[in-house]
């Protein structure tokens, strides 16, 4: 069965760098979103992404994160410069319609900030 | 405004049947999911309503009530490894373009117990 796939499965960096965190989407799939969540909280949308330009955008998604789509599978989140709050669980996900069927999750990269 | 309500915890017997509620208030609606999730793992999905009444899928089904703001997940024939939280997910289309973005509930722990 097809799967969404993160990669560094757990990332640790130290405050004010910057970080990838790598996605590959369901193939067939046309929208791609990246989620957060922080320990012991829900999970929170941050931005969705399709025909490779930002659809929408959540008030976290401020301008020190950014998302690309650098070649036909992978879909990256990059945060410049990495805060203390930061640290939490980031979720991938990709869906085949805009407006129906599931978003599948990935796996999830695990950031620690110091 | 946006706002999902989900018990907390909730217990069982292994066994037995559960329901989990959730209540939403959201500006706009195209579904709603409702997904596990096992400790430090991704959400995964399991069922979708869109339309008002049951979705029978398994030893899983979940209604809606679209007037109500209401859904529940009904959980048959517990088993010890339906141990998890269960995030409840609504597809926001409040903001226009963005149909896909799912704003979720805190999440229900439910522990099942032999």
């Known amino acids: 069965e097809p799967e969404v796939t993160q990669t560094p499965s757990h990332q640790v960096t130290q405050m004010g760098q910057e970080v990838i965190l790598r996605c590959v989407p369901i193939s067939n799939h046309l929208y791609f979103y990246w989620y957060r969540q922080i320990l012991g909280q829900k999970v929170e949308f941050l931005v969705s992404?399709?025909?490779?330009?930002?659809?929408?955008k959540s008030e976290i998604f401020d301008d020190q994160f950014s998302v690309e789509r650098p070649d036909g599978s992978n879909f990256t989140l990059k945060i410049r410069s990495t805060k203390l709050e930061d640290s939490a669980m980031y979720f991938c996900a990709s869906s085949e319609g805009r407006g129906q069927g599931e978003q599948y999750f990935g796996p999830g990269t695990r950031l620690t900030v110091t | 405004g946006q706002n999902i309500d989900q018990p907390t915890e909730m217990t069982a017997t292994e066994g037995a049947i559960v329901q989990i509620n959730c209540t939403y208030q959201t500006s706009g609606f195209n579904g709603l999911f409702w997904y596990q999730q096992h400790a430090g793992e991704a959400p995964t999905f399991l069922s979708y309503n869109v339309l008002d009444g049951l979705e029978e899928k398994g030893r899983f089904s979940s209604f809606l009530s679209r007037s109500k703001g209401y859904s529940y997940l009904l959980l048959k024939e517990l088993q010890m490894k339906d141990s998890a939280s269960y995030l409840c997910?609504?597809?926001?289309?409040?903001?226009?373009?963005?149909?896909?973005?799912?704003?979720f509930g805190a999440g229900t722990r439910l522990a099942v117990h032999p």
């Open positions: 997910a609504v597809r926001d289309t409040s903001r226009g373009g963005g149909y896909n973005k799912l704003i």
């Open positions: 992404f399709y025909n490779n330009e930002i659809s929408e």
